[in-house]
C-alpha cells in the first residue's frame, strides 16, 4: 500500500500545523449571546449520541471550513457526512412513525411494531498535520467509540455510512472487511480534539488556536508537573505557567492535539473531546492545562473543566457503562469487563461468549457460592478487599442533578479521604488541622481514613430527588442529599461501621438472599 505524508508544501498558502484558516466574515459575532454571563453550568452540556465519525482533512488540502461543513457535501471526503445524515434522519423518521404505530388503539393487540431509539451518529472534520500518514487518493477516517482508523475512498462513501449506522460493534460486522482498518496510527495515545471552527463561532476561532497552543507546549520540554515524583526538577520558574520537569515521565508519550470542526457549545470555548475514552472539557484556559494534562496522563478526570461524557444505549464508550467507573488504579484483563456481585461480594472476570450463562447464574435464588455452576467464571473476592465500595450516581443523561451533584460528592468524598483525615473525636492523638477551610478535619496518625473505602461513580440507581445519591457496599446501605458540609461526618460514621442517620434513606433487604 502507498503510504505518504500529508502534503503541506502549497507554497503560495501558509497553512497553520493544526488549524485551517476560516473567512472571518461568515463567523458568528458572539458578543450578541453574551457568553461571558453565562452560568458555570457545563455538567451535563454534553449532548448523547452513540458514534462519532471524524473526517480527517489534510492542510492545506480545503483551504477553508464553512459555517457547516454539511455544506461542502459536494467535495469528498465530505460527501460522507451528508451521507450519514440522510441516514440519521431516516433513522428518526422511521422512529416517530414507531412511535406513533404504538399510540394507535390496534398496536395495544398486534404489538406488532416495537419503537426503537433512534441510533445516532455525529460527524465532524480534523485537521491533520504534516506528519501524520496518509493514502493516496483516499481520506483518513476515525470512529469512536469502536476505535478505528479508516482509508476510505470515494466510490465507498455510501457503503461506509451504511457499515457506520449500524447500531453495533463495527468489530462485530462482517462488512467491516471491505474495508481498509486499523487501530488510529497514533496508538494508545489519547486524541485531544479542540474546536477551532472560526467560520462557525469567533470563540472557538480564538480560543481553540489557543488551546492548541497550550497544550503543545505542555506536551514538550518543559514535561508536566508531577508532585509525586522525586526526581522531579523545578523549570521555567519564570513563566506564568511553570512545570516540574521529570527525566522519568515523558508527557508526550500519552497524548496528540488536533483542531476540528464545531463539536458544540461555543460558550464553553476553549472546548474539547478526549478520545478514546469520550470525555468533553470545556472553558481550558492556560492557567488549568498543566493540571488537566496532569490528570489525563494519569487516566483520572478533570473536575474542574468536565462538560460530560459521551454515552449510549446501544454501543458502549469506554469508561462510561452501567457499572461502577472503574479507577485507573483498578486491575484490568483485555477483553474482559468486571463484574461486581452484591450481596455475594464477589468479583468478576466476564468475557464477551459468558454473557447469557452469567446471566443465569446470578438470576439463580440462591447465594452464588453455593451454586456449582460459579466454578465456571474467574471470580474472587473485590480487588479492593476489604475495604467499602462508595457509589455515588453520575448519571447525567438520565437526570442532570445526579450528573452535576454526583461528581461534585464524589470530589468531596475523595478529599475527605485524603490528608487532612476525617475528624475521630474519640482519638486522643487527634489534633486540628485546616481550621480556616469550611471542611475543617481532625488529623489522626493512628487512623488512615483512605483504608476503609473507595469511590466509584454509577450509572442510575434510584432516586434522582434525593441527589447527591450513593449506596454503601457490601452492607448495602443508600444514601441521599448528601452535601459538602456533611460529607466528614458521613465518612466518620462509615469509618467506624456505623449508621449516618442524617442522610439515610434505607438498606437493601431480601425474601431470599441475606444482606
Known amino acids: 500500500?502507498?503510504?505518504?505524508?500529508?502534503?503541506?508544501?502549497?507554497?503560495n498558502i501558509k497553512v497553520s500545523k493544526a488549524v485551517p484558516k476560516a473567512p472571518a466574515s461568515t463567523a458568528k459575532d458572539c458578543d450578541t449571546c453574551a457568553c461571558e454571563d453565562k452560568p458555570n453550568d457545563m455538567i451535563g452540556s454534553v449532548k448523547n449520541y452513540d458514534r462519532h465519525v471524524v473526517i480527517c482533512v489534510p492542510p492545506g488540502s480545503d483551504g477553508e471550513w464553512l459555517n457547516d461543513i454539511g455544506l461542502q457535501a459536494e467535495t469528498f471526503p465530505y460527501s460522507l457526512n451528508q451521507s450519514i445524515?440522510?441516514?440519521?434522519?431516516?433513522?428518526?423518521?422511521?422512529?416517530?412513525?414507531?412511535?406513533?404505530?404504538?399510540?394507535?388503539?390496534?398496536?395495544?393487540?398486534?404489538?406488532?411494531?416495537?419503537?426503537?431509539?433512534?441510533?445516532?451518529?455525529?460527524v465532524t472534520a480534523m485537521v491533520l498535520t504534516p506528519d501524520d500518514p496518509v493514502v493516496a487518493n483516499s481520506a483518513k477516517i476515525l470512529v469512536y467509540p469502536d476505535n478505528l482508523a479508516f482509508d476510505l475512498f470515494p466510490e465507498q462513501v455510501s457503503s461506509f455510512a451504511d457499515l457506520v449506522m449500524q447500531p453495533l460493534p463495527l468489530r462485530d460486522l462482517p462488512n467491516l472487511e471491505n474495508f481498509t482498518h486499523n487501530a488510529p496510527w497514533f496508538g494508545s495515545k489519547k486524541l485531544l480534539l479542540v474546536c477551532v471552527h472560526n467560520a462557525r463561532d469567533k470563540r472557538c476561532g480564538t480560543k481553540g488556536p489557543e488551546l492548541i497552543a497550550n497544550l503543545e507546549a505542555c506536551l514538550k520540554e518543559p514535561e508536566i508537573m508531577y508532585s509525586d515524583d522525586s526526581s522531579a526538577?523545578?523549570?521555567?520558574?519564570?513563566?506564568?505557567?511553570?512545570?516540574?520537569?521529570?527525566?522519568?515521565?515523558?508527557?508526550?508519550?500519552?497524548?496528540?492535539?488536533?483542531?476540528?470542526?464545531?463539536?458544540?457549545?461555543?460558550?464553553?470555548?476553549?472546548?474539547?473531546?478526549?478520545?478514546?475514552?469520550?470525555?468533553?472539557?470545556?472553558?481550558?484556559?492556560?492557567?488549568?492545562?498543566?493540571?488537566?494534562?496532569?490528570?489525563?496522563?494519569?487516566?483520572?478526570?478533570?473536575?474542574?473543566?468536565?462538560?460530560?461524557?459521551?454515552?449510549?444505549?446501544?454501543?458502549?464508550?469506554?469508561?462510561?457503562?452501567?457499572?461502577?467507573?472503574?479507577g485507573p488504579e483498578d486491575p484490568v484483563v483485555a477483553n474482559f469487563a468486571k463484574i461486581l456481585v452484591y450481596p455475594d461480594n464477589l468479583a468478576f472476570d466476564l468475557f464477551p461468549e459468558q454473557v447469557s450463562s452469567f446471566a443465569d447464574l446470578v438470576m439463580q435464588p440462591l447465594p452464588l457460592r453455593d451454586i456449582p455452576q460459579l466454578e465456571n467464571y474467574v471470580h474472587s473476592a473485590p480487588w479492593f478487599g476489604s475495604k467499602k465500595l462508595l457509589l455515588v450516581c453520575v448519571h447525567n443523561a438520565r437526570d442532570k442533578r445526579c450528573g452535576t451533584k454526583g461528581p461534585e460528592l464524589i470530589a468531596n468524598l475523595e478529599a475527605c479521604l485524603k490528608e487532612p483525615e476525617i475528624m475521630y473525636s474519640d482519638d486522643s492523638s487527634a489534633t486540628l488541622t485546616n481550621s480556616n477551610s469550611d471542611m475543617a478535619f481532625v488529623s489522626s496518625p493512628t487512623k488512615k481514613v483512605t483504608d476503609f473505602a473507595i469511590v466509584r461513580g454509577s450509572s442510575h440507581i434510584g432516586g434522582h430527588v434525593y441527589a447527591g445519591t450513593m449506596i454503601v457496599y457490601p452492607e448495602g446501605r443508600w444514601y441521599g442529599r448528601v452535601s459538602k458540609q456533611n460529607v466528614p461526618a458521613l465518612l466518620k460514621s462509615l469509618g467506624e461501621n456505623k449508621v449516618y442517620n442524617e442522610c439515610l434513606r434505607g438498606c437493601t433487604s431480601s425474601d431470599v438472599l441475606q444482606w
Open 233 to 326: 526538577t523545578l523549570t521555567n520558574s519564570n513563566s506564568d505557567m511553570a512545570y516540574v520537569s521529570s527525566p522519568t515521565k515523558k508527557a508526550t508519550d500519552f497524548a496528540i492535539v488536533r483542531g476540528s470542526s464545531h463539536i458544540g457549545g461555543h460558550v464553553y470555548a476553549g472546548t474539547m473531546i478526549v478520545y478514546p475514552e469520550g470525555r468533553w472539557y470545556g472553558r481550558v484556559s492556560k492557567q488549568n492545562v498543566p493540571a488537566l494534562l496532569k490528570s489525563l496522563g494519569e487516566n483520572k478526570v478533570y473536575n474542574e473543566c468536565l462538560r460530560g461524557c459521551t454515552s449510549s444505549d446501544v454501543l458502549q464508550w469506554r469508561y462510561r457503562v452501567n457499572k461502577n467507573d472503574v
Open 1 to 11: 500500500m502507498n503510504t505518504t505524508s500529508v502534503n503541506s508544501a502549497a507554497s
Open 85 to 122: 445524515e440522510t441516514l440519521v434522519k431516516a433513522a428518526k423518521k422511521a422512529k416517530s412513525a414507531a412511535l406513533a404505530a404504538e399510540a394507535t388503539p390496534e398496536a395495544s393487540t398486534t404489538a406488532t411494531i416495537e419503537p426503537k431509539k433512534a441510533f445516532s451518529v455525529k
